[in-house]
């Protein structure tokens, strides 16, 4: 199929000179723009490399060039894996811990209980048990310990033999509790990626941390389960020239890239570089299966298998698979169950063990989500009230909300007002908080501000995600401070919110092999988005609400074409109304694979419309 024919031809090119026309305002509020790409680059990649048109101006749309479209196309990590002593420390980390494995120490890992913590944990517990390294894992109990590494838990590992120990996902800024372990003869080693405010804790033996300030690696965009696997790199390397795999079987380091995925895509990380290339070839790992168990390092993770199948995983998987489907279960045990369970799903070598906690966290996701939906509602109801969608960071707060799920809903709350959310759960005189952010506002950065500021007992983050402790009785004086703070910055996000559209297509580009086209420039996510796509005066034919509010629907063209479409979470809203209207509209979406009726069939997943004029 010549996808070229399905858009507006450019008189000059065989690439498409595309224009939007003249219409209302768009149901989210978001004002429309073709994304920009360079013609002359997008001619030359697809002369280069024979593409298609589309797909070549979505690659030059997203800065590759013709010299390195091919390699883009094809992503390896023997062509883009950076020595992984780049990173600052992880010379010393490397040496420590092959110290450890030749003198048969017992090695610690802390691990954080969220799904990049339990991953990048699963990581480095595989990789000891293949080359037969003793190693003690502990995870903490959200609701009882919370997050970060504690005094208490460094010397449970070292009671229990531990002379080495490894915190994943946390610990950079854990100046005391590393300090205290230190002083009592063991040596911590830290594998984390949150930001830091000032210098590593003095009595780690070593800190790597891509975003710690005098880290010049340029590999930010790594998770903790990104750090942790370029960890084992960088050990198993030291190991091989040491002579360790002499007498033994060396392992296949590449098995560990689908929980690398997994942790990379769950904490959003920009799939860009290093990272997309390390999520390319996990989801590899993770589609190309394996008859083996977990440690015999080789195929991928069995446990995410048994997960993917329970949670309804078909075909290849996708970056959708990793963040909707496997790591909310994932997630799910950390926050109203225990990261364990996730954990030994993902380190299990019984197959009947991993189809049994498979289950368990699909019905610890169900409990999940009909606790979110109640501290979502109390969290609707206290906004309304008073009347803090005025605000320009709403700060919701509720005694008794459970601090598993307030992190998703302040991520939905946000997607309802946009603008960044921080939702507290309160228990007495302390609360813990999570919030999100917008696109253009650092709510990490703000966060940590707070803390420093003395309205907060603690706090950090992201850009884009943050949590906090919080007295009660500051909730008050955070909003203002945090609302002054960013209030320019929110109002700046605002002003520029667009919605990006790679081309305009013809009805008749709504198909499968459209949608596999598309995909060849993934994975997608944050740094790499998803190609959106517009089909110009269309209407809707018999339209029907289906699930929990979405409109599936059937669009229409002037000239008769028609498109099977749906529309998530768009019955009550905007979006609703122009899709029923009977009237013609233009609609922007993404381009699938209709699974349910098979073959060449496609579907549009609508994100938004706006009337035509």
Request: net charge negative; aromatic share 4%.
């Amino acid at each position: 199929m010549n996808m070229t024919s399905a858009m507006t031809a450019d008189d000059c090119s065989d690439l498409p000179q595309m224009r939007l026309p003249p219409m209302g305002a768009p149901a989210s509020g978001r004002r429309w723009v073709l994304r920009e790409a360079d013609a002359r680059e997008a001619m030359a990649i697809a002369q280069a490399l024979d593409l298609d048109p589309v797909l070549s101006r979505i690659l030059a749309a997203r800065g590759v060039s013709a010299d390195s479209a091919a390699q883009y196309l094809a992503p390896s990590l023997r062509a883009e894996m950076p020595d992984p002593l780049v990173l600052k420390d992880m010379d010393r980390a490397s040496a420590r811990l092959a110290a450890a494995v030749r003198d048969g120490e017992i090695i610690g890992v802390f691990g954080d209980y969220d799904v990049d913590g339990t991953t990048a944990s699963a990581i480095l517990k595989l990789y000891f048990d293949w080359i037969g390294v003793p190693s003690l894992v502990y995870l903490p109990d959200r609701i009882t310990e919370g997050y970060g590494p504690s005094a208490a838990a460094f010397e449970a590992l070292r009671a229990d033999g531990a002379g080495v120990i490894v915190t994943v996902d946390c610990g950079a800024s854990a100046h005391e509790p590393i300090e205290q372990a230190a002083r009592s003869g063991v040596d911590i080693v830290v594998f984390d990626h949150h930001l830091m405010s000032g210098p590593p804790p003095e009595g780690a033996k070593a800190v790597v941390n891509p975003n710690r300030p005098d880290d010049v690696s340029g590999l930010n965009n790594l998770s903790a389960a990104g750090v942790a696997f370029m960890g084992v790199v960088a050990l198993n390397r030291a190991l091989r020239e040491a002579g360790y795999f002499a007498d033994r079987r060396e392992p296949d380091l590449k098995s560990l890239l689908d929980l690398a995925a997994l942790g990379l895509v769950c904490d959003v990380m920009e799939i860009t570089g290093l990272t997309r290339v390390m999520v390319a070839q996990g989801l590899k790992v993770l589609g190309g299966g394996s008859q083996g168990g977990a440690s015999q390092g080789g195929g991928g993770n069995p446990g995410l298998r048994a997960l993917g199948e329970r949670a309804g995983v078909k075909g290849a998987p996708t970056t959708y698979h990793l963040g909707f489907l496997l790591g909310p279960r994932i997630n799910a045990a950390g926050r109203i169950g225990h990261a364990r369970e996730a954990f030994e799903l993902m380190t299990s070598d019984d197959a009947a063990r991993r189809r049994a906690l498979a289950e368990r966290l699909h019905i610890l996701n169900a409990e999940r989500q009909e606790i979110e939906a109640e501290v979502q509602e109390a969290a609707l109801r206290d906004i309304e009230t008073h009347q803090r969608h005025a605000d320009d960071v709403i700060v919701t707060a509720g005694e008794g909300w459970h601090p598993g799920v307030i992190g998703i809903v302040a991520g939905r709350l946000k997607e309802v007002y946009d603008r960044p959310v921080i939702v507290i759960g309160l228990d007495g005189d302390e609360g813990k908080g999570s919030g999100r952010s917008i696109t253009g506002v650092d709510l990490g950065a703000a966060i940590s501000a707070a803390r420093e500021e003395g309205l907060l007992l603690a706090g950090g983050g992201h850009a884009m995600a943050a949590g906090l402790t919080i007295a009660s009785g500051h909730i008050d004086a955070f909003r203002r401070a945090l609302n002054e703070r960013l209030r320019e910055d929110i109002s700046r996000a605002r002003e520029n919110r667009v919605s990006q559209i790679d081309a305009i297509v013809a009805p008749s580009a709504v198909t499968k092999t459209f949608a596999d086209l598309v995909a060849q420039a993934g994975p997608y996510g944050p740094g790499n988005p998803e190609p959106y796509f517009a089909l110009l005066n269309m209407r809707g034919e018999f339209a029907k609400t289906v699930g929990k509010g979405h409109i599936a629907l059937t669009l229409k063209s002037d000239t008769g074409e028609s498109v099977r479409a749906i529309a998530f979470r768009a019955e009550d809203g905007p979006l609703g109304e122009i899709l029923k209207s009977g009237r013609r509209f233009h609609v922007t979406g993404k381009v699938r694979a209709d699974d349910w009726r098979g073959g060449d069939a496609g579907q549009l997943q609508i994100s938004d419309a706006a009337f035509a004029e």
